[in-house]
Every structure is written in C-alpha cells, then in structure tokens.
C-alpha cells in the first residue's frame, strides 16, 4: 500500500527545506499544513520561546475511528550543520546529499514516513484507534524540544520514537543518560620568552589533568569524552586561560556519577597542583531509560515487525534522543531503527527500501494499537 514513488519525492522535498536547530520554523509551518490536510488536530507549542527557536514543537491529533488508548510517534525536526541548500540525490536505489551537506534523513526520514502512513490509512480507510503526533524542535545538542514539551497536549503513554540509524527492524529499549562537563582553567600570562617561570600555563593544566583521565570507552555501559579545548592567542605568551567541554554517558547512574567525579577531580588536582584555577561545572542532560521487554509498546513493535515479515531484536544505543526525554516523563516509548546511514556527515545516505519498510512498520502500528 506505500506509494514508493511518493514517499521518496515526500522525502526529497522535506530535506530541501532548511531547518538547522533553533531555524526549524519553515519547516514547521509546511509540516503543520500536511498535516491538517490529513484531518489532524494541530497545535504548536511555546517551547521555541523558552529555548530560542523561531517555532515550538508541532503536536498533532487524530482521533481514530475505534475506541482505544492513543499511542504517540515521535521525530524532530531540526538537523545538524552543514543542514542548508540540501539537494539530494539518488544513486543505485540509495539517497544522498550532493556531498557538500548533510541530507536531514536524521530524522526527516521518520517525518516522511509517518506522513506516507497517514495517506495510506486516509486512502484506505484503514480501521485505527486514537493516534498523536510530536515533531520536536531542538533535538540535536541537547534535546529541548522534548524537554518543554507541552505535555499537557499528550496523552499516550506509549509511544515510538524514528530517529534510529539501525535497520528497520532494531527496537532501542535502552539509552544512557549524559553529563556535560563545563571547564575554565586560569592560569597567569607571562612573557615566554623572558620570563616564562613567572607564569601558569593553562595549557600545562589542562593536558596534565586529561592525560590523567579515563576517556573514550571505560566499559560495556560508560563512555567519556573531551569534546572540544579552546586557549591561547600567541607563543610569545604563557597561556593563561583554557576552556574546555567533555562529556561523560551512561546507563548506569551511579557509574555516570563516578565517571564524572573522576573528571571534575582531575582538573582539580592539576590546577592545585599547578597553582592555577579551575571552575568546573557538571550538567546532567538527560536521564538514561530502560523499557523492558515484555512492556505493551515492544510487544506491539515486535508484532508490527514480525506481521510484516521483518526479523526484530532489541539493542541498546549510546546516543541521546527524545526517547529518553519522554520515558522520564512518564510515556513508555523505544526508539526504532529507520535506516539512517552516517548520520551527521556529508556522507549521510538513506536507502530507499528502508523509507519504504519503515513507512510499513507505521501503517501496521497504527492498525494494531
């Protein structure tokens, strides 16, 4: 019943309009649009005022023609950079960007097929119960959408998130939650040159406290990260200040918390050690979630999969989403897989069989919640 040729121009046409977070207003509007020609009930929410977007989150109804609990699907809508001027390709059944972008599939992929799936349930008049939509804003760098939702406006307690890179098929049920890790190291300038004993490199800080540091993957549920180190203007100068951001995920919270003591104290025993200051500032982003597998909203996934012929498992990921947002507000939701291939990359590509199945997978649970 999906419309191949329809789905992917649907894609392809979404991807081309610019919605980079915090500018995802265009794309709200039009969506918005598609959707009450569809016959939802649409709303869009005031978190862009609160988080600095020119749009909120778009939320959207139907009310079904059978009694039921709603269930709720979920994407964003913005995309990371270089997100503006797409123009996508296709090549040997595969869709791509032109190289100089992203493509947006993460997570336009998930809009479209949704969207596909409505059509078919209108153009089929396909029996449903009660089914709401959330297209969030400001997803990626730290998933505020979802966090100032308008909860109010939701009443499913299950819900499925599209915004896996794995094959249709995969259901997420586990995901860390993530501390971000703010440092400002201050040293004391000196002439390099004349008298560099004078000074306090905030460099020497900041390499001594890292080296010390365990990073990158401390074990099968933590990982860590130096993001990104800024300092330093010319060699003549001891440099005296250094910021730093890191970050430190896991699905267990008492290992996050030790992770993350173990590297706020390591830039503090380096400044101790060098004279020096540093301000470090932990932020805990996101909540882990862990759905079991034998909760309503996998069974009903599982059986979506299996009804179409697709072989399912369940993973855990390492990555945020919105699925962790809405599990800490009390909606069971999983994340499943639609195929985004290298994600956040100019190398991003999407295979056009995988739109086509996930757009199935969205039809079957609408028909059977």
Known sequence: MINRNRVVEEFMKYVQIDSETKSEGE???????????????????????????????????????????PILFSCHMDTVTPGKGIKPIIKDDVIYSDGTTILGGDDKAGIAAILEAFKVIKENNIDHGPVEIAFTIFEEGGLFGSKNLDYSKINAKHAFVLDSGGNPGQIVIKGPAQDKITVKITGRPAHAGVCPEQGISAIQVASHAIANMKLLRIDEDTTANIGTISGGT????????????????????????????????????????????????????????????????????????????????????????????????????????????????????????????????????????
């Open 27 to 69: 794309f709200a509007k039009f969506i918005k649009k598609e959707l009450e020609a569809l016959g939802a009930e649409v709303t869009v929410d005031g978190a862009g005022e609160i988080v600095g977007s020119d749009t909120g989150n778009v939320i959207a109804r139907f009310k079904g023609t059978r009694e039921g609990e």
């Open 234 to 369: 010319v060699t003549n100068i001891v440099c005296p200040e250094v910021n730093i951001l890191a970050e430190a995920r896991s699905t267990d919270i008492k290992k996050l918390d030790v992770q993350t003591e173990h590297m706020i104290n390591c830039f503090k025993d380096a400044a101790e050690k060098f004279e020096a200051v540093a301000e470090v500032k932990a932020e805990r982003m996101y909540g882990p979630f862990v759905v079991d597998e034998n909760e309503h909203v996998v069974e009903k996934a599982k059986k979506a999969f299996e009804n179409l012929g697709i072989e399912s498992f369940t993973a855990a990921t390492g990555g945020g989403s919105d699925t962790n947002v809405l599990n800490n507000n009390g909606i069971k939701a999983v994340n499943l897989g639609i195929g985004e291939r290298k994600a956040h990359t100019l190398e991003e590509h999407l295979r056009i069989e995988d739109l086509v199945n996930i757009s199935k997978v969205v039809v079957e649970l609408i028909k059977i919640s």
